[in-house]
């Protein structure tokens, strides 16, 4: 069957969203129509970028504490059963300054990946049986840029145990396991260097915010490590965990280099790929 999902992964500063994007145009070169979406879309269908998680009485209280709000809360509120998914970036969004700092902490603290491991491991598993039900009806292949390998959450922000991070990234894969998936992972030769070159091309803010989540938490505390060197160790430890859940999937699956940043000789790498993916 044709496949309905390409999956490209890889650490950070290895070119996973040039890849996506890459992917994206080739398949339509291909004839098929295919639907992109890059890490932190606020639309993802298979992810909760920005989203806040509520229990019923949770939400309520929220909405008598910040009473002036409530309308604003209720429109980006989704609700399920007894619970409430909040589309608070969106409102950030729209609305920026304009929301007290204080109320988005308090909203922040739901925040989906903020949750325990096993509470966040449950709320996503469902999410991407809802796309997968969803994709398998639909006429056209998903690209999704690194939201699959759930490492980050894991091991960087709760050092949990090697066989449940494997764990669960193994049951995304039996989700996704009728849609006939493509696992791209993208590599680089030098990891430190390629890890410098982000930092060196995105905003200060950016390479702060990463180091201090690397090493502020999870692994990197629990490590004692700290600044670009401790996140440089982090990112390797990283690796190895990837490359062994990487080994142990059972869906087609290959590895690119991205090292010599040659655009043409990449993109006819991965045309090689896809081809023999969709059509071999």
Known sequence: MQSKL???EGLPGFGKTTTAGLVHEI???MNVASRLFLEGNLDHPADYDGVAFFIEHEFIELLRSYGPFQDLLSDHAIREGHHYFLE???MQNKFGESLPDEWMKSIFKHDIYELPFEQNR??????WKRFAESAWA???PF????????VTIGMIKHHAKKEDVMGYVT???????RLNPLLIYVEQQDLGCSFKKAIQERPREWSEGFIDYYTNQGYGKRHNLTGLEGTLEVLEARRELEQDIFAGLHIAKRKVDNSSYGMEEYKHVLRGILVEHFHG
């Open 6 to 8: 390409v999956l490209i």
């Open 27 to 29: 398949l339509a070169e």
């Open 88 to 90: 608070y970036r969106k």
């Open 122 to 127: 449950k709320l996503i598993t469902d999410r």
């Open 138 to 140: 639909g006429p056209d």
């Open 143 to 150: 690209v999704f840029d690194c939201c699959f390998i759930q």
């Open 171 to 177: 049951q995304l894969a039996h989700i996704v396991e």
